[in-house]
């Protein structure tokens, strides 16, 4: 079992960054591959980055390459989302997820333990 805390979320103005942080419990996190994944009203919930349990490998959507940043610290069992030059667009829920294995995926079917999300709000 794996619980999942996300933190760090507010409202920002565009151009800004912030950083999310996802606290997880349990003695598999190194092993598991974690994700950011996000949800605007009305809107699917669409994948953000993910990570891998070495934090060796990582991938990203494209509407956000070059701006976020996902990493991992398996001491403190944390794992981040630094997110820079922010758009009104980025306005989401966001939610940290966690999947055994070493296959990053962008599909949330795939991934078995959810935290309870962050609200990030971007305004013009």
């Known amino acids: 079992q794996v619980q999942l805390v996300e933190s760090g979320g507010g409202l920002v103005q565009a151009g800004d960054s912030l950083r999310l942080s996802c606290a997880a419990s349990?003695?598999?996190?190194?092993?598991?591959?974690m994700g950011w994944f996000r949800q605007a009203p009305g809107k699917e919930r669409e994948f953000v980055a993910a990570?891998?349990?070495?934090?060796?490998?990582?991938y990203y959507a494209d509407s956000v390459k070059g701006r976020f940043t996902i990493s991992r610290d398996n001491a403190k069992n944390t794992v981040y989302l630094q997110m820079n030059s922010l758009k009104p667009e980025d306005t989401a829920v966001y939610y940290c997820?966690?999947?055994?294995?070493?296959?990053?995926?962008?599909?949330?079917?795939?991934?078995?333990?959810w935290g309870q999300g962050t609200q990030v709000t971007v305004s013009t």
């Open positions: 997820a966690a999947r055994g294995g070493l296959v990053l995926t962008t599909s949330p079917d795939r991934y078995d333990y």
């Open positions: 990570i891998s349990g070495s934090a060796g490998r990582t």
């Open positions: 349990g003695r598999t996190f190194s092993s598991s591959a």
